[in-house]
């Protein structure tokens, strides 16, 4: 017997002892009644441990406001941590990321932790990273305009129109005697 023969076998062999697929039982005792309920249960659950979660919010305290992001609220920033953004070597900006607030202080900037500015060689903001990826530059009147979403090294490119990967470099300030 060759070798092709035998899995030509083996493959008419298998075909003949598969079994038809079920079909459901009339009456409503089937699989997909079975899988309706178990979803009303699941949901009749999640139901109830949201009413629970939403009781206990109520002795928590809403997030502070905050205010927009402009051009203004970019100078009255602290707790931030610049580098410099390079393309192939060269120095085209600053990044300016800015960090959690200390404990005990109230956070109403209008910058999230995790918001990276991006700054040209003046450090004039050309605009911003959310921290959840979309891309935002300011208008004559320096309000937020969204200007896409992606991840953060093409939106960097964008804003100094160069391709690739940008070098990040953290600015390390020196130490003051």
């Known amino acids: 017997m060759s070798r092709s023969a035998s899995l030509s076998d083996r493959l008419t062999s298998a075909t003949r002892t598969r079994r038809a ?43 502070p406001e905050r205010a927009e992001p402009t ?3 970019v100078a009255a920033l602290d707790w931030t941590q610049t580098s410099e953004i390079r ?11 800015v960090l959690e607030v200390p404990e005990g202080v109230e956070d109403r900037r209008a910058y999230r932790p995790g918001t990276l500015l991006v700054q040209d060689l003046r450090f004039r903001p050309l605009g911003f990273i959310s921290p959840g990826g979309t891309t935002y530059g300011y208008d004559e009147q320096g309000l937020a305009r969204t200007l896409g979403f992606g991840g953060r090294n093409l939106a960097i490119a964008n804003f100094f129109r160069r391709t690739g990967s940008p070098q990040i470099i953290t600015v390390v300030p020196e130490a003051q005697d």
Not at 23 to 44: E, V, Y
Not at 87 to 97: N, P
């Open 21 to 63: 697929p079920r079909t459901p039982r009339r009456g409503g005792t089937g699989n997909s009644t079975r899988t309706w309920r178990a979803l009303a249960g699941l949901a009749l659950l999640l139901a109830g441990a949201t009413g629970c979660a939403s009781s206990r919010g109520a002795d928590t305290t809403p997030p």
């Open 71 to 73: 051009l203004a609220a």
């Open 87 to 97: 393309f192939s070597g060269e120095l085209v900006g600053f990044l300016v990321e």
